[in-house]
């Protein structure tokens, strides 16, 4: 039964169905993905990041299906199999709203005024100042509705920070700390 979804009830219907607004009133901290690309460096930010394992370490993010980075991701040709996770902190702000804006530019230009650094083992850019960052090599990617997960091995700690608050996402914001 495995990457089958199983449902013992109809889903509701769309009419009525306030499931968006629902979610919302989770509150997530906010990653920020990047991906050292061919092409470019890219990057999104993500709040729907689980840890998965300790042993053997492992993550998983979920990305829209549509959206370039899970293309990167997913490439039938050649897909990007290294990417970086930086766990934000509450100072990131906008730095997480830059990587949330439709037609943003490349993660390139978007850290050209932010601290950062190249990771060794994903080769992604990685800003300096969040809680911690993780370098990550895709191990498995599963389509799930109009998502798509990255299950992923954590090849390495790029940084952890000794002290902080998060960046937390609530009701589609970043609430103050």
Not at 12 to 26: E, H, T, V, Y
Not at 27 to 38: E, S, Y
Not at 80 to 109: D, E, M, N, V, Y
Not at 158 to 169: T, W
Request: proline share 8%; net charge negative; glycine share 8%.
């Amino acid at each position: 039964m495995e990457d089958q979804l199983i449902l013992n009830e109809p889903l509701m219907s769309a009419a009525g169905n306030d499931l968006p607004s629902a979610l919302s009133a989770w509150a997530a901290g906010v990653t920020l993905l990047t991906i050292a690309d061919d092409r470019d460096d890219i990057g999104t930010t993500v709040s729907a990041f689980m840890p998965v394992s300790l042993d053997p370490p492992m993550v998983c993010v979920s990305l829209i299906a549509g959206s370039y980075p899970a293309e990167v991701l997913s490439r039938p040709s050649l897909p990007a199999a290294r990417f970086a996770l930086t766990l934000l902190g509450s100072s990131q702000k906008l730095l997480a709203g830059q990587f949330a804006a439709s037609g943003r530019p490349s993660a390139r230009l978007i850290l050209d005024a932010v601290p950062h650094t190249r990771g060794t083992d994903s080769g992604a850019l990685i800003p300096l100042g969040g809680l911690a960052a993780l370098e990550c090599s895709v191990a498995r990617r599963v389509p799930a509705g109009d998502h798509l997960l990255v299950i992923s091995a954590v090849a390495g700690v790029a940084y952890v920070a000794e002290a902080g608050d998060p960046l937390i996402r609530f009701r589609g914001r970043y609430p103050a700390s």
